[in-house]
């Protein structure tokens, strides 16, 4: 079954679309899909970049907010901007990796819909907590995975990883032969790549 | 009949593929066309920048150099990368804009196909001229015309204006109601949003 990877940052507008819609557009594809979280800001910092391009340059980020409300409104997906943007996406980020398969697609599409289908605080660990026992899951336990040395070791190597595939932003659909296709609206195009259509 | 601008910079990359297809694209969703060339290097310059993203940022660079190629390549158009990058498109932009109608479409094309499709340098003026020859239109006398002080205050008055809309990259599908979308990968739904069918 052909196979792709979809990296994803948890502070990323762009990704919550994505993360919306990117399961039945892979089964649609025959697309088999690996949920990689990983985080921005090394990626940024290696750029010069200590805050959000959506802050540093205002004009971008006036065009990003409109456009991704346009992306919102076509995809019946609600648009509230969490206070402050961009989150802290970390715990979060550490939460999903501890995850694995469908729990940690699950547990990554609520993290989105609440950030920006509601506009809640998603850096609070209370939240996350809730977000967790409405999966079924013991928010404590899985915070002791998260935090584990082993899962804040594992995360480096993602952001590692994501900076060596050539990743420089969210979301990316990566293909097996390491094409990366960088974007919400690069989903289609990278699952026809990923399924042998897109050569 | 429904209307849209398209705004363009000779010397960006993904105005290449756009430029080659937005005049059909359009048609075939019963928009009228307006071509705006315009100047990002005002633009940028806003935010601070002294050359092209893709230079200043080299991993954006890299991946952008990859997307093209493949956005190309699914065009079936030639791409070869100009050397220096990005070209001078000062003198182009004043031409295109001394031209009207279906002549500033098509010297737009040309110009476009000689860059990336035949990597060739349209900074300089004779090879611009060649171009315009070739169209059935005299260098000088259209050099005359762009290079006067009406057609040089027209083209910081469109600069100025493209600013006022809100544009930050090239291209841009702008419609009547003052809705901006950027990129080649969104001409469909800014001519779909200028038909009345993308609300």
């Known amino acids: 079954m052909a196979t792709a990877e979809f990296w994803y940052e948890f502070a990323s507008t762009y990704s919550y679309p994505a993360a919306m819609r990117v399961a039945e557009l892979a089964g649609s594809h025959g697309v088999a899909l690996a949920w990689r979280p990983f985080l921005l800001g090394p990626i940024f910092a290696a750029q010069g970049w200590r805050d959000s391009p959506f802050n540093i340059y205002p004009a971008k980020g006036r065009y990003m907010w409109r456009d991704i409300k346009r992306i919102c409104d076509a995809l019946g997906l609600p648009l509230i901007r969490p206070d402050p943007f961009p989150q802290n ?38 939240l996350i ?21 082993a899962n804040k070791a594992l995360l480096k190597a993602e952001n590692a990883r994501a900076a060596e595939l050539g990743i420089i932003g969210a979301p990316c659909l990566v293909t097996g032969d390491g094409e990366v296709f960088w974007g919400n609206d690069r989903l289609e195009q990278g699952l026809d790549w990923a399924a042998g259509k897109g050569a």
Do not use: H
Not at 95 to 117: I, K, M
Not at 129 to 147: N, S
């Open 129 to 149: 907590a809730v977000l967790l026992a409405k999966l079924g899951l013991d928010p404590e336990r899985v915070f002791g995975l998260a935090e584990s040395d």
């Open 89 to 126: 996406s970390l715990l979060a980020a550490r939460v999903a990796l501890a995850l694995e398969g469908e729990q940690r697609a699950n547990f990554s599409r609520r993290v989105y819909a609440t950030e920006f289908g509601e506009g809640l605080p998603i850096a609070e660990r209370a």
